[in-house]
C-alpha cells in the first residue's frame, strides 16, 4: 500500500505507509540485535561455565560486544519514540487541516476566521 494512509492508533490518528515501513525497519533491527544477543550470552554462559582461560578471556570481548548491542537497542528504540511523536503530531495537524498525504502535506487548508 504504498502511499496509503494507516487509522487505528487508538485515537484516529492517521499515519502514512512510509512511517509504517519505517517503524517497521526499525523493529526488525532491534529484533535482529536481540537474536545475537541471544547467542553471545549463550557463549557467554557456555564459556563461564567452562572455566577454561582462554574462554573466560574470550568473554571479555564478548561482553563488551554484548554491552554495544544493548546500546544500538536503547538508540533505536530512542529514534522510534521520536519518530513516533513526531508522526503523531504531524497527523494530527493534518486532521485539523484536511487528510494527511504520504508528502505530509495535507488536502485542504484551515481556513481562519476574522
Given at each position: 500500500m504504498e502511499g496509503g494512509i494507516y487509522t487505528g492508533i487508538g485515537n484516529g490518528t492517521q499515519l502514512d505507509s512510509k512511517v509504517v515501513q519505517t517503524f517497521q525497519k526499525s523493529f526488525v533491527q532491534v529484533q535482529?540485535?536481540?537474536?545475537?544477543?541471544?547467542?553471545?550470552?549463550?557463549?557467554?554462559?557456555?564459556?563461564?561455565?567452562?572455566?577454561?582461560p582462554d574462554n573466560l578471556s574470550r568473554n571479555v570481548g564478548l561482553i563488551r560486544e554484548l554491552n554495544n548491542n544493548i546500546r544500538r537497542v536503547v538508540d533505536l528504540y530512542a529514534d522510534l519514540s521520536s519518530n513516533f511523536s513526531r508522526s503523531?503530531?504531524?497527523?494530527?495537524?493534518?486532521?485539523?487541516?484536511?487528510?494527511?498525504?504520504?508528502?505530509?502535506?495535507?488536502?485542504?487548508k484551515r481556513i481562519r476566521s476574522g
Amino acid at each position: 500500500m504504498e502511499g496509503g494512509i494507516y487509522t487505528g492508533i487508538g485515537n484516529g490518528t492517521q499515519l502514512d505507509s512510509k512511517v509504517v515501513q519505517t517503524f517497521q525497519k526499525s523493529f526488525v533491527q532491534v529484533q535482529d540485535i536481540l537474536d545475537q544477543n541471544r547467542l553471545l550470552i549463550n557463549e557467554i554462559n557456555q564459556n563461564h561455565e567452562s572455566k577454561i582461560p582462554d574462554n573466560l578471556s574470550r568473554n571479555v570481548g564478548l561482553i563488551r560486544e554484548l554491552n554495544n548491542n544493548i546500546r544500538r537497542v536503547v538508540d533505536l528504540y530512542a529514534d522510534l519514540s521520536s519518530n513516533f511523536s513526531r508522526s503523531v503530531e504531524a497527523s494530527s495537524e493534518g486532521e485539523s487541516a484536511g487528510t494527511l498525504k504520504s508528502d505530509g502535506k495535507s488536502s485542504e487548508k484551515r481556513i481562519r476566521s476574522g
